[in-house]
């Protein structure tokens, strides 16, 4: 019999992994990194409830609750809610713009400010993973947050001449939509009522709008970089006083490589969540 990884008990819905047992204090981060050494078993293997709003999982739910503590789960849910709201507030704006103007020109530039004050808000996602009240990895949630708020500030609020970018809406969208199902799942876990759709739509509909963002990003900063090139712009020359040179074009390109490695790991992760969430499947390591 394998035991279970760590994997398994950090990630979202696992139900073998919480019937485990409780764990209060969060698993090491990187191991709900894909790379690791491990199998997949059914639910029914394990003995475990692999289904969605059952009985078990709500006295599950309870124990999580129990095991945050009040104020962790208090600040959690207004959060959540907050964020969902953010993001509402953003997809209805986008919507409205587009039937009054028939265009995506000016879209950004209308819808910006709410932009970067909700997608700027997210980086607590990362001090709530640190601070161990959520048992997301630090790194699956620093590596999401940080390519966001780079693509909000050191690209789409820098280089004005690309916001009108066809792109920029292909992100935006593929963000509004993944964010609103994200936070929603995440509010009404926390309140014990997580209505199926909203638990199918979190582990379904990145199959497409993970790649549909990653394209509309990628896109915009490779739109951005004759402007980059040609202003230098965020670049360090030498001859300076601290002997430093930096190029904002090559970071750039770096960045743009970066995809390749990262992105799937990202995407396979959240494929193994499904497996696990929606169908119940837990990972589990073979013993030598
Ligand atoms: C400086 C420049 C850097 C550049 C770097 C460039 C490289 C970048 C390469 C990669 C590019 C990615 C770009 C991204 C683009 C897009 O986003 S496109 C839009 C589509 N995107 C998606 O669909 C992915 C969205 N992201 C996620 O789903 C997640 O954030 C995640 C980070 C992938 C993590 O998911 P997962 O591992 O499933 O964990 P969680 O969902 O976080 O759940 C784990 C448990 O934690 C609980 N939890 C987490 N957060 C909360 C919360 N806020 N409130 C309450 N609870 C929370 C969650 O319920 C789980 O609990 P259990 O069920 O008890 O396990």
């Keep these: 019999m394998g035991r279970l990884t760590e994997a398994a008990a950090a990630s979202g819905g696992a139900s073998a992994a919480r019937s485990a047992g409780p764990s209060p204090t969060p698993l090491p981060l990187s191991s709900t990194f894909p790379g690791c050494t491990a199998t997949m078993a059914s639910s029914e293997e394990d003995g475990t409830n692999g289904g969605a709003s059952e009985p078990g999982e709500e006295k599950e739910a309870t124990g999580k609750r129990r095991r945050l503590g009040l104020l962790a789960t208090v600040w959690l849910t207004f959060y959540n809610i907050a964020m969902t709201a953010g993001w509402l507030v953003l997809a209805i704006a986008m919507v409205r713009f587009y039937m009054e103007k028939g265009t995506h020109k000016g879209l950004y530039k209308s819808i910006q400010k709410t932009l970067k004050f909700f997608q700027t808000f997210a980086l607590l996602e990362i001090v709530h993973c640190l601070i161990g009240i959520v048992p ?51 509010t009404f876990s926390l309140l014990d009522h997580l209505p199926y759709f909203i638990k199918w739509a979190r582990y379904n509909f990145f199959i497409i709008l993970y790649p549909v963002g990653v394209v509309g990003e990628l896109l915009t900063i490779y739109a951005a970089l004759p402007y980059v090139k040609k202003t230098g ?45 929606l169908h119940g499947e837990v990972m589990v390591e073979k013993d030598d």
């Design 233 to 277: 712009m965020f670049s360090i020359r030498l001859p300076n006083k601290y002997n430093v040179s930096f190029d904002y074009y090559y970071f750039l390109l770096i960045t743009m490589a970066s995809y390749i490695p990262l992105f799937p790991q990202l995407y396979f992760h959240m494929l193994r969540q499904r497996r696990k969430v």
């Design 136 to 186: 997301t990895s630090v790194i699956v949630a620093g590596v999401q947050v940080s390519s966001r708020i780079f693509m909000v500030w050191l690209i789409t609020h820098s280089i004005k001449p690309i916001q009108n970018e066809e792109s920029v809406v292909l992100f935006l969208v593929a963000w509004t939509v993944t964010e609103i199902t994200r936070y929603s799942f995440y």
